[in-house]
């Protein structure tokens, strides 16, 4: 399984440590980005880790788990979410996320990078696939025994690996991949591509996002991105605003904020550990943001989210 104890792993820190960023690394053997195997093998095969204690991670690649029997609780940006029989979960690159303790939950889990899917589906699927689609899909009705059965022989494929080419074997995968990615995007829970303000939005801005969510703890400068996506800043910005109305300096401390209202709310956490997590030099100046864009002191905030949380 590409989830191993090496991957995650504290760093020093006292208190709450930083969310490490880990890579998809599979089995030897195991071509291609993509992984298929169940939950239930995954909790076999970690013992007690990594629930004992809880310990959250980001991923660079995609967590698609279905329940298809039992109940899963999971977290995702700090967020529980409890995935019925019948229902996905969807953890996307960038996500902050934490296991619970191994319950009865059973099902396909599949782990596969963003560019496993081929440009042309990739574009058809970006409702799907994006950073704020829901981490909990219930299929419509009519595809759920469909999408069971497309698990299991992406399953069934994945195992097959020495049965037959190389390429071969990668290109079967890829097709029931794409193919079931496209029936679950039929889910009531996903907006038809088109009908979304950010549809359209152009391959710079698409880079852009993508980036932004890995990166926006330790890169803070529009620069910093237009450099990582091989793009000038006017260029990057004039795709942030055509797609958003907004700079690319605007979302990028919106994506701080959203993170900080997160740990300092749900999570808990302690202004020092926010603002060293989220690469301000020293709580002072996040102090300074987070009051600059909300009205309200780190510490006010916390006791507002504590007084409003039943």
């Keep these: ?28 053997g195991t071509p291609y980005g993509l992984e298929v195997s169940t939950v239930e093998d995954f909790f076999a095969q970690h013992d007690d880790w990594p629930w004992n204690p809880p310990r959250p991670g980001r991923a660079s ?10 109940e899963l609780r999971h977290d995702v940006d700090h967020v529980t979410r409890t995935v019925s029989r019948g229902q996905w979960l969807w953890v996307r690159p960038g996500h902050t996320q934490c296991w619970h303790p191994p319950g009865d939950a059973r099902g396909a889990f599949v782990l596969f990078e963003p560019d496993v899917l081929s440009p042309d589906i990739a574009r058809l699927l970006a409702p799907l696939t994006a950073h704020t689609a829901p981490a909990v899909l219930t299929p419509h009705p009519e595809d759920g025994a469909w999408l069971r059965q497309t698990a299991l022989q ?20 890829r097709s029931l991949l794409e193919s079931l990615l496209l029936r679950l995007a039929n889910s009531p829970d ?121």
């Excluded at 792993?9 to 890579?23: E, H, I, M, T």
């Excluded at 097959?160 to 079967?172: C, E, I, W």
């Excluded at 701080?256 to 030099?281: D, I, K, P, Y």
Aim: charged share 25%.
């Design 154 to 173: 992406l399953l069934d494929e994945h195992r097959a690996l020495g049965r037959r080419p190389l390429d071969v074997h990668h290109a079967l995968r």
């Design 190 to 310: 996903i907006t038809p591509a088109g009908t979304t303000a950010g549809a359209g939005r152009g391959d710079t801005y698409g880079r852009f996002v993508d980036a932004l969510e890995l990166h926006f703890r330790e890169l803070h400068q529009v620069a910093d991105y237009a450099e990582l996506l091989g793009c000038s800043v006017r260029t990057l910005s004039r795709a942030a605003r055509d797609a958003t109305g907004k700079g690319a300096r605007e979302l990028i401390d919106e994506r701080r904020l959203l993170e900080a209202r997160r740990l300092l709310g749900g999570a808990r956490w302690t202004a020092r550990a926010v603002a060293a997590h989220l690469g301000f030099t020293d709580p002072a100046n996040f102090g300074r943001f987070f009051r600059g864009h909300t009205g309200l002191s780190p510490a006010a905030f916390t006791a507002e989210e504590a007084t409003s949380t039943p």
């Design 1 to 28: 399984m590409v989830v191993d104890k090496r991957h995650l792993r504290r760093d020093g820190q006292s208190g709450s440590a930083a969310v490490p960023l880990y890579g998809f690394q599979p089995p030897v």
């Design 61 to 70: 690649f995609h967590y698609l788990i279905a329940v298809t029997a039992g």
